[in-house]
């Protein structure tokens, strides 16, 4: 029972317990410049080069697709529209014997709807579609550049004041026009 009371004594001995203050853990030192990073990469000399010729590369190539886009630089309008006119020339070529010689008025169709009301020539025309007039040979092509596909081709009259007319009698008033020069 000696145990008991030592026990017994030593815990009534003891003191009451008293508030310890809470204490706030001091935030790590910040690395000094000697210390040694948590993640070193390693990249070769010859890897740093590749990728470098890379963007130098790419940039080129992008600076010369720019140059290439806007070639029409310093064109005037009329030049760009010839342009645009042997180009569409030369693509409704390859579909259908054109005119020799005769440089086609081209006019765009705004409003196919009204067009087909007057006239049957424009049946099957879409907005969109390009109508080309050969005053010469007497001619109208309705090509769609969508599909690269001719619509429709048919005579044009002229009358004795000199306007022109296409298959009975066209309005061109609803498409919107793109006269090239000669």
Known sequence: MKKSEKITANVEAAPAPTPTPIS???????PTPTSRPLLTIHISRRVVKRIALLLVALLIILGLARFFHFHNWGLSPEQIQ????????QKVSALILLPVGDTPIVAT????????????FYQNASNGDVLMIYT??????????SVN?????????????GTTQES???DTSKATSTPSHK
């Not at 706030?24 to 910040?30: D, M, S, V």
């Not at 010839?82 to 020339?89: K, Y």
Request: aromatic fraction near 4%; charge should be positive; avoid cysteine.
């Open 24 to 30: 706030i853990p001091t935030p790590a030192p910040l």
């Open 82 to 89: 010839q342009q645009q006119v042997a180009a569409l020339v």
């Open 109 to 120: 169709v705004s409003d196919a709807a009204s067009l087909k009301s007057q006239q049957s």
């Open 168 to 170: 009975a009698t066209t």
């Open 136 to 145: 010469q040979a007497q001619r109208a092509i309705l090509y769609r550049p």
């Open 149 to 161: 596909k001719i619509i429709n081709v048919g005579p044009i009259y002229i009358n004795q004041n």
